[in-house]
């Protein structure tokens, strides 16, 4: 699931974000009009299907004495630098934009940058990948190296912000719509990041009727099926609609690089399709995980995880 996922996604990017043909063109009636360059490139799309597929096989026999449980560390460890790194990604990203709007609405970014790169800032094709992409790899560098997961940091940024609205409107009578895309723009982050930590630690609600009487091994054959059944199916059904064809709800936004209606305000409006992406992305690979950890309890294998008991429910 997890490797096809991320097969997925680097196919989806070279179809449709660098205009390479689809595999389903090598089987219809008109692959006679397909040179010898797009031969190529479609057969290196399929084999990004077969090391997905054949890597994991290879995987599972090369380590096959390794412990469920290990295998769900391994993963939750993926998911973990994923996240934190979106994380710092979106701190940097929303801090530069913020500068750069605010520069922007008080006619200073000419005299700051030069009257050339202050046009080229005002248009969101060229913010989005000379300002937020490289922020985005400086991000990812971060977090391999800085381990803490600080979704408690961008709660407490989310709410600096709120407050600097406050303060602004209501002590110095200034308001711009830059100041209400950053909290949206933090907030859609806080809730949608933090869903893969709070589903390790199993902290999110439960409604439940039956399943706190049952004994570790039937509880770890229903995590199994939910995981299978409800959670990857969700993760597949997100991706698979948000980013089919160019005209979906997470590729346009981010193919177009949408900005907000107020020409004034943050550029980040793709951003938040995309982090409909890092939710899937993350939550399918701690699914993953968790299923290993569901079966490690149905073989009853030793060295289950004590929970933290402030986030279970």
């Known amino acids: 699931m997890v490797t096809l996922m991320f097969a997925f996604v680097i196919n989806t990017f070279l179809t449709l974000g660098m205009a390479w043909p689809e595999i389903s063109l090598l089987f219809n009636n008109n692959n006679k009009s397909l040179n010898s360059i797009q031969f190529i490139k479609i057969f290196f799309e399929i084999s990004i299907y077969c090391i997905a597929i054949f890597g994991v096989i290879y995987f599972s026999f090369r380590y ?5 449980r290990k295998d769900s ?39 700051v940058v030069g009257k050339d790169l202050s046009t080229q800032l005002g248009r969101s094709r060229f913010r989005g990948p000379y300002v937020h992409i490289p922020l985005v790899f400086v991000g990812f560098f971060i977090g391999y190296y800085v381990k ?13 912000a709120e407050l600097l609205i406050v303060i602004t409107r209501f002590v110095f009578s200034y308001e711009q719509a830059f100041q209400g895309d950053i909290v949206r723009f933090w907030y859609a982050a806080l809730f949608l ?15 439940d009727v039956l399943y706190s009487r049952f004994n570790t091994k039937t509880k770890g054959i229903v995590n199994s099926f939910g995981s299978v059944l409800l959670g990857m ?21 981010i193919l177009t690089f949408e900005s907000a209606q107020s020409g004034f305000g943050m550029y ?14 993350s939550m ?16 009853n294998e030793k060295g289950k995880r004590e929970l933290q008991e402030n986030l279970s429910h």
């Open 73 to 111: 560390l391994v993963l939750n460890n993926l998911v973990n630098y994923f996240i934190r790194s979106c994380f710092w990604a979106v701190v940097l990203v929303g801090l530069t934009d913020v500068i750069i709007s605010f520069l922007r609405v008080e006619d200073l970014l000419e005299s």
């Open 148 to 160: 803490n997961i600080a979704f408690t940091w961008l709660a407490f940024l989310v709410v600096i």
């Open 268 to 281: 980040t409006k793709y951003w938040l399709a995309s982090f409909l992406a890092v939710f899937a992305i």
């Open 233 to 253: 199916t969700l993760c597949w059904s997100i991706l698979l609609l948000g980013m089919w064809e160019k005209t979906n709800v997470i590729v346009n936004p």
């Open 284 to 299: 399918m690979i701690s699914f993953t995980s968790y299923l290993f950890e569901s079966f490690a309890d149905i073989k």
């Open 64 to 68: 096959k004495d390794q412990s469920l």
């Open 193 to 207: 990041f933090a869903s893969a930590y709070t589903l390790f630690e199993d902290g999110h609600v439960r409604v």
